[in-house]
């Protein structure tokens, strides 16, 4: 483990808050320090009240903060007076402990504090860093675990058993660092959990944890526990239905759509097929508080039924024992492990199905570290049943609200880069979907830069292309929900008699033969969307009313159209709509540039305001009025409507 501590970066850092600031951030860049929102820190600093009085205040981290891009907004000021003197206390609960922290914030508007704040107070240091440490977590999962910290650390560090976070352990740390504690104590391990470092400066703290953590690496690497080694294997490419139809399951048991991604690392894919993964893998997380992102166990194999009857009987047996009223989670798995499928982290989104894969190729090394160090063993069911139904711990999935209605669903769309394609893109994501972007165009890969969209040059008319895109999308989000065919061709006005073979083929290839071969190869994947498949055909005012000088468009489209009506009555029975939408006079495209416009109008007589309104309603339609109107036809607006085909064009007379 490396010291990222930089003096010329530090010195940017001025003050014992943003010096804070700083070294949280040095350990958050180390993922097998902390991950996704683990770990905290604090600093106590003395200040002059409005009042004038002086003092002490604790800034420690707000729940919701990732340390890794952590600011000072996101340290909450609690006052250590009445902090002390909860600590001294018999018995807290989680309320009474909430509505204390709360209270004693010197700021309205500060973060939750962290649950572990009770904690930091009482160690008297004014900087102190936690972590739950890859190293530690490996060594304290065994069955040695104490043995092996103590030959480590000697009297460096304080050693805590199990508790769960929260008052309790704060308490139990508050206790035991005043018996135990000496003048060579730099830290405090937690059993089953992490590590705590503190000094007077926030260079020396950090400089402790990662000494310390040094120290516990070595001390695996003498063990022969440190390098990971395992049998390779080639990674497998899974069927695509079957990968749909695990993301269906899935999601029942879930209630609700899930992202669920496959993890295609090296590392990975050799535990899948590690000759001791059933025993390797169902013990339990590496850090309690991975548990309420991973649930307690992942699920061996795909049998959906078997894994909920299981947690459904966990829920039961330790329910009882839990201090208040429990009500059962979802019981669907968010690591599946299978032989021919691979490594499957779910989630309700691709950020949260990703956390998990961070979380558990994590956890593969600890387990494997702890194994070659006598035996992993997690904690108890119960003690990780009580975390993760703890409340505390549950309100960090539940910030951010209500969720987009699209959340947990995978849209593809077909000429993506540019125009009503790229509007539909936006409109999709804004609701919450995953997105695939298919376009000829290479900008595709580039529209949007976030996990969720996934940008694929792909050329719609090579149907080897397509299914190659649907495996992506299968490998990546898990399946798919919705289709918007928008992809098309429309070639400037020419006459039948001089219309080329050539020039009309290319035409259908685009506007008829690739939506074909897209419905065709989509259907096994739409027929298992948990909410039930979409499809949106971006078709043409030039349907029902034709134009002169766009014979292979209007054919094309109108082909389509029909197409489109067949599917309806083939796919209804597999929950499958679709429906579709005849825009016309869509200029804010690549296609209308300029020029083109004021050469148009001009034709008309008309200026280019008045030609983009030449409609009944004398309105505007622009893509992503389109593309709205797209996506609401996939929502529970239209739930009961297939088939349907609703202009978009302001009022056409022709059309009326
Ligand atoms: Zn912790």
Known sequence: MKNLWNDKEAEQFKGELAQRVYTSRLLGRDSSLVLHGGGNTSVKITETSITGRSEEILYVKGSGWDLVTIEEAGFA?????????LAKL????DPQMVNELKTSLTLATAPSPSVETILHATLPYKYVDHTHADAIVAITNTDQGEAHIKKIYGDQVVVIPYVMPGFDLARLCAKLFATEAGSNTIGMVLLNHGIFSFADNAKASYDRMITLVNQAEAYLAAQDAWTISMPSTTPSSPDLVALATLRHDLSL?????????????QIANDFVHHPDVTQLSQQGPATPDHVIRTKRLPMLGTQLGSYTDHYARYFSEHAPQAKDKKSMLDPAPRIVIDPDLGLLCAG??????????????????????ANALGGYQALSAQNLFDMEYWD????KLKKGGTRPPFTGEVALVTGAASGIGHACVTSLLARGAAVVGIDLDNKVTQI???????????DVTQPKLLQQVLTATA?????????VLNAGLFPGGCRIETLADEDWRKVMAVNLDANFSLMRASYPLLKLAPNGGRVVVIGSKNVPAPGPGAAAYSASKAALNQLARVAALEWGADHIRINSLHPNAVFDTALWTDDVLQARAQHYGLTVDQYKRNNVLQTEITSRDVAELAAELCGVLFA????????IDGGNERVI
Request: with cysteine.
């Open 392 to 395: 505390l711990e549950q309100a």
């Open 640 to 647: 009961k409507t297939t088939a349907a085909q609703i202009p």
């Open 475 to 483: 490998n990546h989000f898990g399946g798919l929900d919705m289709l």
């Open 348 to 369: 309700q989104s691709i950020k949260d199905a990703f956390i998990v894969r961070d979380i558990y190729q994590h956890t593969i090394e600890v387990i494997l570290r």
């Open 253 to 265: 048991a879930a209630g609700k759509a899930m992202i669920v991604t496959r993890d295609t690392s």
């Open 77 to 85: 000021p609690v006052k250590m007076a009445p902090l002390l003197e």
């Open 448 to 458: 949007h830069d976030r996990p969720d969209y996934l940008g694929i040059v792909c």
């Open 90 to 93: 018999e018995t807290l609960t």
